[in-house]
């Protein structure tokens, strides 16, 4: 059974940094794809980057490009998402979503449906 866990959300001010982890279990990490997204109220699920850790390639949604950084410790089976520069529209439930075998597409397109496991999600709140 896979499991992801993602941890780090909080309370920061504009401005500030988080950093977001998702642990993995049940997959083969190495032929995986991690993907971050966020739902803010009243919006749709949107992904934001998305890491290949096989081919160690990442995307970046234009909203979040030069702000935050996706990253990969094979060993831990964890994904990061360093975030800086926060901003109130930031504000959202992140999630981590993983895929095994995953096509290019699939890290360039970050489409909710392509994703088959998915975290339970973390808050983060960013104050102006």
């Known amino acids: 059974e896979v499991q992801l866990v993602e941890s780090g959300g909080g309370l920061v001010q504009a401005g500030g940094s988080l950093r977001l982890s998702c642990a993995a279990s049940g997959i083969t990490f190495d032929n995986s794809a991690i993907g971050w997204f966020r739902q803010a109220p009243g919006k749709e699920r949107e992904g934001i980057s998305c890491?290949?850790?096989?081919?160690?390639?990442?995307n970046y949604a234009d909203s979040v490009k030069g702000r935050f950084t996706i990253s990969s410790d094979n060993a831990k089976n964890t994904v990061y998402l360093q975030m800086n520069s926060l901003k109130p529209e930031d504000t959202a439930v992140y999630y981590c979503?993983?895929?095994?075998?995953?096509?290019?597409?699939?890290?360039?397109?970050?489409?909710?449906?392509?994703?088959?496991?998915w975290g339970q999600g973390t808050r983060v709140t960013v104050s102006s």
């Open positions: 890491i290949s850790n096989s081919a160690g390639i990442t």
């Open positions: 979503a993983a895929v095994q075998s995953p096509e290019w597409l699939t890290i360039l397109i970050m489409r909710v449906t392509d994703f088959t496991s």
